[in-house]
C-alpha cells in the first residue's frame, strides 16, 4: 500500500532542555480513572463475548461511563458510607444477532463489578456501589461501517504519541504506580490518588495526593506517620531515577488545627461528592503531559477494530517509541500523528506524520526511510494491536 508518510524536522527545544516541566496522573481509584476502567473493561468483556459466540468482535463503543459521588462519614477508627456511589455504564453495542438477544448487560455489569472488587481494597462493590447499565443498539450507519471487510474507520479523528518518556515524565508514572501497587499493601493507603509534578529548572517538586481509609488509622498521629513514610520512600525512589533535586509534598489540604484531614471511609473521593467521568484523566499513555501535543479523545471503551480514537492513539505511541529506540541516539524525541476519516481503512492514515527532533549535527535524512518502515509495520499489522488490548497487553489510562 502507497502511503503519504511525512516525515519532517521539528525545530523545537527537547522536554529535558526546558527550564519548566508539568506532568500529572490520576491514580487508579480517581474518579476519573475509575470511569476510564470500568469503560475499558465492558468494552474488552463484550469483545470476548462475541468472539467466543461469533467468531469476531462485534461493533460497540462503551466509552460514557459517569461516576457520581456518594456520601460518606468517615473518622480516625472508623466511618461509613452514607449513600451509595452512582455508576452508570452507556455505550452502544450489539445486543442481538438475528432471532438471539445477547446477554450483554449481564456481561457488562458482572465484569464492571468484578473489577471494582478486585481493585479496591476499602470498597465494598455490592453495597457502596449503585451500578446501572444503559447500553443500546448502535447506529445503523455505523454498524454498516464496521461490518465492512475493509474495517473502515468509524470517525474522522486523530491520534498522537510521542517518545521517549522525559525523567519528569517518568518518575511521575513509578510513583503513581508505586502507590497505587506496593505501598496500597498497607490498608491505610487507598488507591485514589494524584500525583502532579513541577520541573523548574533542575528541581523537581511532586505534589500527591493520597486518600487515606479512616478505619485503619487510630489518630492524626498515626496518620502524620504514614505521610512522611510515604514522602520518604517516594523521594528515595525518585532519586534512583534523576541527578536533579526531588521534593516532596503529601495531601497538602490538611488542616490539622481544624481537624482536616484527607480522610476517607473507602479509599476513594468517589464516596463523598467527587464525580468522574470517561476522557477527563490521564491520555492513552497513562499520563496528562500539557507540555506535549495530546489528542482529547477519550481511548478507553471504545472498540479496539475501527475505533481510530482509541487505536490511533495507541498506535502513535508505539510508532514514536520505534523511531526513537531504532535511531540509536540520533532522534532525541519523536512526535508522531495519525488522521482518520471517517470510512476510509483504518491502516491506511488520511495523514501520517512523525516530527523528530534530532541530535545536534545529525540529520533526519538518514532515517526517513528506517521512519516510514516502521510505519507501514505497525499499520501493515494494525490486527496486533487489536489482539493486545483483547488479550490485557496495553492500557489506555
Not at 522536554?15 to 470511569?35: C, F, N, Q, W, Y
Not at 509534578?197 to 502524620?224: C, F, N, P, Q, W
Not at 487505536?311 to 488522521?339: F, K, P
Not at 534530532?358 to 526517513?368: L, Q, S, T, Y
Amino acid at each position: 500500500m502507497d502511503r503519504n508518510v511525512v516525515v519532517e524536522r521539528l525545530d523545537s527545544m527537547p522536554m529535558e532542555s526546558k527550564h519548566v516541566e508539568l506532568v500529572e496522573r490520576k491514580g487508579i481509584g480517581h474518579p476519573d480513572t475509575v470511569a476510564d476502567a470500568l469503560s475499558e473493561t465492558v468494552s474488552r468483556s463484550l469483545s470476548r463475548m462475541y468472539v467466543e459466540k461469533y467468531g469476531k468482535i462485534l461493533h460497540h463503543n462503551t466509552d460514557e461511563t459517569q461516576v457520581v459521588g456518594g456520601q460518606a462519614h468517615a473518622e480516625f477508627g472508623g466511618g461509613e458510607v452514607l449513600e451509595p456511589i452512582y455508576i452508570l455504564l452507556v455505550g452502544r453495542a450489539v445486543t442481538r444477532v438475528g432471532d438471539v438477544r445477547l446477554p450483554y448487560r449481564t456481561v457488562a455489569l458482572g465484569n464492571a463489578r468484578k473489577y471494582l472488587r478486585t481493585n479496591f481494597h476499602g470498597l465494598d462493590a455490592d453495597m457502596d456501589i449503585s451500578l446501572d447499565c444503559r447500553i443500546a443498539q448502535g447506529s445503523e450507519d455505523l454498524r454498516g461501517l464496521y461490518e465492512s471487510k475493509d474495517d473502515l474507520a468509524n470517525d474522522t479523528s486523530f491520534g498522537m504519541g510521542f517518545a521517549p518518556l522525559s525523567e519528569t515524565e517518568q518518575i511521575v508514572l513509578n510513583t503513581a504506580n508505586y502507590i497505587n501497587g506496593p505501598l496500597t499493601k498497607n490498608p491505610a493507603y487507598g488507591e485514589d490518588i494524584k500525583v502532579m509534578a513541577a520541573r523548574v529548572g533542575d528541581k523537581i517538586s511532586l505534589t500527591i495526593a493520597v486518600a487515606m481509609v479512616s478505619k485503619h488509622i487510630k489518630d492524626a498521629d498515626e496518620y502524620k506517620s504514614l505521610l512522611a513514610d510515604l514522602r520518604t520512600k517516594v523521594h528515595d525512589r525518585a532519586s534512583k531515577l534523576t541527578d536533579r533535586e526531588i521534593e516532596v509534598y503529601t495531601n497538602t489540604a490538611d488542616n490539622p488545627k481544624k481537624g482536616l484531614y484527607y480522610l476517607t471511609v473507602t479509599g476513594l473521593s468517589m464516596e463523598n461528592g467527587d464525580d468522574g467521568s470517561v476522557g477527563r484523566g490521564n491520555r492513552a499513555n497513562g499520563l496528562i503531559t500539557p507540555g506535549r501535543p495530546m489528542s482529547m479523545e477519550a481511548s478507553a471503551g471504545k472498540n479496539p477494530v475501527t475505533h481510530v480514537g482509541k487505536i490511533y492513539n495507541i498506535l502513535a505511541n508505539r510508532i514514536a517509541s520505534d523511531i526513537h529506540t531504532s535511531s540509536g541516539g540520533d532522534i532525541r524525541e519523536a512526535y508522531v500523528r495519525l488522521l482518520s476519516q471517517i470510512g476510509r481503512r483504518v491502516r491506511d492514515p488520511w495523514v501520517a506524520e512523525a516530527q523528530l527532533i534530532p541530535a545536534e549535527g545529525v540529520d533526519i535524512e538518514r532515517h526517513r526511510s528506517d521512519v516510514v518502515s516502521i510505519f507501514e509495520d505497525h499499520l501493515d499489522n494494525i490486527k496486533r494491536l487489536t489482539d493486545d488490548i483483547l488479550n490485557d497487553r496495553v492500557t489506555v489510562f
